[in-house]
């Protein structure tokens, strides 16, 4: 929350130095004779909502059904994709398969039941074959993927060859067939097994066999893979959120009735999946990292809801929320946190129930979004921020005498008590405004269910004598250090709402 920017209106409003002159009365009203004016600075009305603009794009604001104003801050949508995956599973198509039969059986399970795949779609490559040939003459060679097929035909490589015989001693060099494109054809493998077969047929009707003879497989992709597809973690990556809220945050204690941290989750991973935290840490203003403790993160995981096989190519969202029962949520959002830093990983089938099928897609993804929910219903005591502007007291001479009045008419639950610092171009104090800090807005009392029911008025005076207003005439700046409590000094916890105001009127009047 830009509280230091109300102050900054409390205080002194941001036409007090530079945009009112001495000289400029066309406003004042004479008071005393002819030399002594009161001249009106600012008369402002800010409600809480308008106080809580400005924010980044990662911070929002949300107003519930009750009016209580929700502070939201964000991270990125962190996504992992397929890719990793089906990068494993092409590994079980290498390139190049040699054949050492007719009828060649290759496993496409894992070892340990690390991967049982019932059916596969392919989106991309193709398929070849290598041979060395010792017949002299014509070979009419047909080599079959038995297990894939498209409309009811299944995935072949056909070529006819005139084999001439071999040099004596010398070792032929394999021959490349022309390829057949893989696109739309489907792999049902047999018990885990894809069976691979191959007839060499020569122009006298001999079936031979090769020598050499291998499937070549080129750029081989799929779109959809079904069956039990491992027990592995999908890495994620890091991200923060920034709690702007206690950016300027000096001293004090605040506390936030029911606090949330949300895990915004969309997955398309047609398996279970869970996840595995590796860091969830608050950071703190004065550079502590402290750990968000929850069994969801040490040991049981989050499941992430997931699409099952009728549902292909959907999406399901989900909402886990770190609160009060299940975390220490209230502890670290009390320690001063300035950032939320996490890594969220992923576990595919984390109980490894392999009769449990499941399926992914090239374009299965998952998303995670992390959010800080900070509900303007709490309680706070002398919390303090800090913050400077520029000042400028040109054109104010010949004064005897400087008086500032303010009057705040607030209906917010808030009390304000500062001081601000003179100060000149190398940051050397000259003076303060008050003579100590100073109560500037009352806080509104509140009913037992921390809700104000009337508005209540402060007015504050500020005197400068020409001997004090000399010592801050070359002041080039204006610290400004304000500390917040809710009604009774931060004894009671209130609610903020967005309709409620503070009314600001000041004025300065000077004597000459």
């Not at 530079?18 to 009161?38: H, M, N, R, T, W």
């Amino acid at each position: 929350m830009k509280f230091s920017h109300f102050v900054f209106f409390v205080l002194l409003g941001a036409a007090m130095f530079g945009c009112k002159q001495v000289d400029d009365l066309q406003d004042a009203e004479i008071v005393s004779g002819d030399a002594e004016f009161a001249i009106p600075l600012l008369k402002a009305r800010t409600s809480i909502q308008d106080l809580l603009e400005n924010f980044d794009d990662s911070t929002y604001i949300e107003i519930d059904a009750e009016g209580v104003i929700h502070l939201r801050y964000e991270g990125d949508v962190l996504t992992q994709t397929a890719d990793e995956f089906f990068q494993v599973i092409k590994t079980y198509l290498p390139p190049l398969i040699p054949l050492d039969s007719t009828t060649f059986t290759l496993d496409f399970n894992s070892a340990a039941d690390q991967l049982k795949v019932d059916f596969a779609r392919y989106s991309g490559g193709s398929i070849s074959v290598a041979y060395v040939s010792d017949y002299v003459g014509m070979v009419d060679l047909t080599l079959t993927i038995l297990e894939a097929s498209k409309n009811g035909q299944p995935l072949s490589v056909h070529t006819q060859f005139m084999s001439p015989a071999g040099t004596s001693g010398t070792i032929p060099l394999p021959i490349f067939s022309s390829s057949t494109q893989c696109v739309g054809y489907e792999l049902m493998p047999d018990s885990g097994r894809v069976h691979i077969q191959y007839t060499a047929v020569t122009d006298l009707g001999d079936t031979i066999e090769l020598p050499f003879i291998a499937l070549v497989n080129t750029n081989i992709n799929f779109s959809y893979i079904e069956g039990y597809l491992g027990n592995f973690k999908n890495k994620g990556k890091r991200d923060s959120v920034s709690i702007d809220f206690f950016k300027n945050w000096i001293q004090g204690d605040v506390f936030f009735d029911d606090p949330i941290i949300q895990i915004h989750i969309e997955n398309s991973f047609g398996m279970p999946t869970r996840s595995s935290i590796d860091t969830f840490d608050i950071i703190t203003a004065d550079e502590l990292r402290i750990p968000l403790q929850s069994t969801f993160i040490t040991e049981t995981g989050i499941d992430f809801v997931y699409p099952t096989v009728p549902e292909a190519g959907q999406s399901k969202s989900m909402t886990f929320t770190f609160d009060a029962n299940n975390s220490n949520i209230e502890d670290v959002l009390g320690s001063r946190p300035i950032g939320l830093d996490y890594k969220v990983d992923a576990i595919s089938n984390p109980d490894s129930l392999t009769n449990l099928r499941g399926f992914i897609t090239d374009s299965s993804f998952y998303k995670i979004k992390v959010e800080v929910d900070l509900p303007l219903h709490g309680r706070a005591s002398g919390f303090g921020v800090v913050d400077s502007f520029d000042l400028d007291f040109s054109g104010y001479d010949d004064l005897k005498e400087v008086e500032f009045k303010m009057v705040a008419d607030n209906q917010m639950p808030l009390a304000i008590d500062g001081q601000a610092f003179f100060m000149d171009e190398n940051g050397t104090v000259l003076d303060s405004l008050y003579d100590d800090v100073t109560r500037l807005v009352e806080a509104a009392p509140v009913d037992s269910e921390g809700v104000v029911r009337e508005p209540i008025t402060r007015i504050n005076f500020s005197t400068f004598d020409a001997e004090r207003f000399d010592k801050i005439r070359k002041a080039k700046k204006l610290a400004l250090r304000a500390y917040f409590s809710t009604t009774s000094d931060g004894q009671q916890s209130v609610k903020a709402f967005s309709d409620q105001h503070v009314e600001i009127r000041m004025g300065m009047k000077v004597k000459r």
